[in-house]
């Protein structure tokens, strides 16, 4: 037999091993989420974790099954995604420079030391400064000023030059804003005192929602404050996790964490997200999302502001595979202060996509236009200098 032959043999036996053929009397592989090798998605409720996976023929590659018997609180979702979560959407990035730990712990010191100056002085007097250095950036960030407003006057035709310039320019210091509120929130927003910082519309239902324990979903967008969201729910005690990308900066991104959790929200590494989110949500907690990154050429394209954008799988497959309702939420600066508004302004329960066809594509675009929503009450509060319509649909591809 030839060397080729052999390769070839042993190549195959490891394949049917991975596929769960001719197995050995062992301990069944754990399913691995992120190399995308596998044919079936396997969501784990809280009562079924410990009990075999079972696959659907190879010849069903666009078929939702529910296992009966002994097997009913195992859902196999087969939906043509060779993977689970954000690491199926998220295109292929060069490798990263390694970052030097002594240049990253020196910025990690300024970073404190501007925090003991910062606060010597009240939020409302480091607002201004914020908005100050917001125009700063808005002047000397070029690339980004250009993005911003190409987006807003794509999303707004009919606004004049001025009301473009005035809209992006402002977003630029509100994303300064945001920096300063998330230093300022643990010592300012305490359980006796919230009602100080903010105001509630249309909260109530989700609030009983919570109560439950049934498990849902939160979808906000980079508006206004979205930090602040995760972190009173969990001052009010909600069970409550975020997906979060760490900081290049280990140092920076394990003291912002730290801050983001005083007051009991759970930050969850996006990297390996996707085999917790299932058990999480089936556990009855509540997931955290911001649904309004670019999701690279295999997301769904839906209608953003009257153009395709490419929005992330993860979060519809994730509801309709555990029947989850979703709501669609923002937290809005009121004037110049640190107080703001925080309301829903949708909820997707699982009976509104049943008889869908499509139920995914109806799904993202339904929770999409809810963003889109509310960032047309305030747009001056969106982050316009996001990519957010970088990569484009395939026949748009094509057609240029």
């Keep these: 037999m030839s ?21 050995p009397n062992s301990k069944p592989n754990k399913p691995n989420f992120q ?7 396997p969501v784990l409720t809280k009562d079924y974790e ?27 979702t087969i939906s043509n995604l060779k993977s689970w979560a954000m690491a199926d959407s998220v295109p292929r990035s060069k490798k990263k420079k390694k970052h030097n730990p002594i240049t990253d712990w020196l910025f990690y010191l300024a970073l404190r030391t501007l925090m003991v100056f910062l606060h010597l002085f009240d939020v409302e007097t480091n607002l201004n400064i914020a908005c100050f250095l917001g125009r700063l950036l808005w002047k000397h960030y070029h690339r980004g000023r250009k993005r911003a407003l190409d987006n807003l006057r794509a999303s707004f035709p009919e606004k004049s030059e001025q009301w473009i310039w005035k809209t992006a ?8 804003m945001l920096a300063v509120d998330v230093l300022f929130t643990p010592r300012l927003v ?6 100080s910082y903010s105001r509630y519309k249309n909260v109530e239902r989700v609030k009983w929602m919570m109560k439950e324990g049934r498990g849902l979903l ?39 964490y730290g801050v983001r959790q005083q007051a009991g929200q759970r930050i969850i590494d996006k990297k390996g997200a996707a085999e917790l989110m299932a058990r999480i949500s089936s556990s009855g907690a509540t997931l955290g999302f911001i649904a309004d990154q670019d999701a690279g050429r295999k997301g769904i394209f839906v209608d953003f502001f009257g153009r395709k954008a490419s929005t992330y799988k993860s979060i519809g497959l994730l509801a309709i595979t555990n029947d989850i309702p979703i709501a669609v939420g923002y937290s809005r600066r ?3 202060r640190f107080y703001f508004e925080i309301g829903i302004n949708r909820i997707i329960f699982p009976q509104e996509w049943a008889e869908k066809d499509d139920p ?37 591809r094509q057609e240029s």
């Design 218 to 256: 939160m979808v906000t967008g980079h508006y206004g404050n979205f930090e602040i969201m995760g972190y009173l729910l969990g001052l009010f005690g909600f069970e409550i996790y975020s997906i979060a990308r760490p900081l290049d900066n280990k140092f920076i991104s394990k003291h912002l």
């Design 334 to 336: 009121v004037d110049n």
């Design 50 to 76: 410990n009990q075999p996976l079972r696959r659907l023929p190879e010849n069903e590659p666009n078929q939702t099954h529910v296992a009966t018997g002994r097997e009913e609180s195992l859902t196999v």
């Design 190 to 195: 305490k359980p006796y005192n919230w009602w």
């Design 3 to 23: 060397a080729k032959s052999i390769i070839t043999r042993n190549y195959e036996e490891k394949s049917r091993f991975w596929l769960g053929k001719n197995k």
């Design 35 to 41: 190399k995308a090798q596998m044919n079936a998605i």
């Design 169 to 176: 320019k402002r977003s630029f210091e509100h994303i300064a």
């Design 360 to 396: 995914l594509t109806w799904v993202t675009a339904e929770y999409t236009k809810a963003i889109e929503e509310f960032v047309r009450q305030d747009p001056t509060q969106y982050w316009w200098l996001h990519r957010r319509w970088k990569h484009r649909p395939k026949e748009e």
